[in-house]
């Protein structure tokens, strides 16, 4: 995989790309993600792992809802990683991450992931740098054995721009229905952009066993038409099929001689 740099990718869609042709393409998409999920339930041979990492207000749960709209809940959960708590700091760092990997037939979406274990905690030196390099090459062996266990894991990175991000999280001042999301926090992050973008590099060229998806995330539309692309190529690659019906075989009668 080539090395990846941010600042040569794009945070928004093509200048050639139709927005309501694209919404319609993702409407339709969706209802495919639907059927293919009902496949996995009812196989229950494999499970769809889909991390979401990205900077606050980058659009993570946008994309939890509108792509996975409709989905049937009993084959779908979210798990969100905050701030670890003092039995899970007691753990090494992957072993809050194991007990709620998807099991077969089931897909689980993580809202942040491990990957925090090498970005925040990097970022605020919390770690050295020996412990970085050791959590990466635990990272791509954890990856390798859940995917040798039948789950297929994808990876989205939400690709925002400086600008993008402002906006949104200026917005979680004004607007009632967002002002729950907004926390102080978020802005001292901010002003790290340079510091984290370096870590999320060194992330995708260190830890891209499993592919990486960069998506540009600066409009909605095009974000959720990308991810629900993927999801839907990706559960189609599976070759899931329905389980066949089965049937006791007759037992023979007796008879009287």
């Known amino acids: 995989m080539a090395e990846i740099k941010l600042s040569k990718i794009q945070t928004v869609a093509p200048k050639n790309i139709d927005k309501e042709a694209t919404k319609t393409k993702t409407i339709a998409l969706i209802e495919e993600i639907k059927e293919l999920q009902n496949v996995l ?63 077969k037939g089931q897909i689980k979406i993580f809202n942040r992931s491990h990957y925090e274990d090498v970005l925040i905690q990097r970022v605020h030196k919390w770690i050295d740098e020996a412990t970085v390099k050791h959590r990466f090459d635990a990272i791509n062996n954890f990856e390798k054995l859940l995917e040798q266990n039948g789950t297929k894991i994808l990876k989205f990175y939400m690709h925002i721009s400086p600008e993008g991000q402002l906006a949104n999280l200026e917005e979680r ?9 907004h926390k102080d926090q978020d802005w001292k992050e901010r002003e790290l952009w ?34 629900a692309q993927k999801v839907r190529d990706t559960l189609k690659a599976m070759k899931l ?16 001689k």
């Open 41 to 103: 339930m009812a196989s229950a041979k494999k499970s769809l792992l889909v991390i979401i990492q990205g900077m606050d207000a980058s659009g993570k749960d946008g994309a939890c809802r509108n792509v996975f709209s409709g989905i049937n809940p009993a084959g779908i959960s979210v798990h969100a990683f905050k701030k670890p708590s003092d039995e899970e700091f007691a753990h090494d760092f992957l072993w809050r991450v194991h007990h709620v990997v998807p099991e």
């Open 173 to 181: 001042k004004v607007n009632p229905k967002k002002m729950w999301k």
């Open 194 to 227: 340079k510091e984290y973008m370096t870590a999320y590099e060194d992330v995708f060229n260190n830890c891209s066993k499993v592919e990486w998806n960069i998506i540009p995330t600066d409009q909605n539309w095009y974000k959720e038409y990308l991810i």
């Open 241 to 256: 099929e329905y389980p066949k019906l089965v049937t006791a075989e007759p037992k023979p009668v007796a008879t009287k």
